[in-house]
């Protein structure tokens, strides 16, 4: 059965701290999205990584990607509480490019 | 301004009734998608289209029927079958990348 793990599941941060975001996926791929969410909106793309190794940059938000160990990193950097949203990361296992696995999310909540 | 629409934002249905859910993109996408969210969870998906006239079901189809019609629209229809269907609806379409662009969603409560 195919798996999309993040951890953490919530996050309480301090502005001005760095921390990091883990999506773990059980099959091979080299498409992996992130996504934001606000709460009752939409999902907005974040990043997408298309091959190992990619790495994006936007802001204070950076994402990696390692498909030989199935792993993604969302990585923030000195966070601010705008930043405060639920984050999905979200793979693509099919080779012809259709439907997306998402991870439950991590809600991350930044306070001065 | 390119995009994609659901309507309406809010939709209440009754013991019994079938409720229709529209969404329309304007991104000249092949694929589009419906996904259900439910509070504090991931997205499931209900049923994608790569093509007009085709569609396959996702891994919650039971209660849901779709149609595609036109490349611009991929309606979702909640049946009568679908006994939990209280949830946040999001219409999705793809680009050559797969990258998914999601629609604002529609909020369906069961009276």
């Known amino acids: 059965e195919l798996k999309v793990e993040q951890n953490p599941l919530f996050l309480s941060m301090q502005e001005g701290k760095n921390y990091t975001i883990y999506c773990n996926y059980s099959?091979?791929?080299?498409?992996l999205y992130w996504y934001r969410q606000d709460p009752g909106k939409s999902l907005e793309s974040l990043f997408v990584l298309l091959s190992n190794g990619a790495v994006k940059q936007e802001g204070r938000l950076m994402a990696s990607l390692d498909t030989k160990a199935r792993l993604s990193t969302l990585h923030i950097t000195a966070a601010v509480h705008d930043l405060s949203a639920t984050y999905f990361c979200?793979?693509?296992?099919?080779?012809?490019?259709?439907?997306?696995?998402f991870g439950k999310g991590t809600t991350l909540s930044v306070s001065s | 301004d390119g995009g994609i629409t659901q309507s309406p934002k809010y939709l209440f249905r009754k013991e019994g009734q079938n409720v229709t859910l529209s969404c329309e993109q304007n991104?000249?996408?092949?694929?589009m998608y419906w996904y259900r969210q439910d509070p504090g969870q991931g997205l499931r998906l209900i049923y994608y289209?790569?093509?007009?006239?085709?569609?396959q079901k996702g891994d919650i189809a039971e209660g849901y029927s779709v149609s595609r019609e036109k490349k611009e629209s991929f309606p979702l229809t909640v049946t009568s079958a679908q006994k939990n269907p209280t949830a946040f609806y999001l219409c999705?379409?793809?680009?050559?990348?797969?990258?998914?662009?999601f629609g604002p969603g529609t909020r369906l409560t069961v009276l």
């Open positions: 099959t091979t791929s080299d498409r």
């Open positions: 999705a379409s793809s680009n050559f990348y797969n990258e998914q662009f």
């Open positions: 979200a793979v693509d296992i099919s080779q012809a490019g259709t439907a997306l696995i």
């Open positions: 289209s790569q093509i007009v006239n085709d569609f």
């Open positions: 991104l000249n996408h092949d694929a």
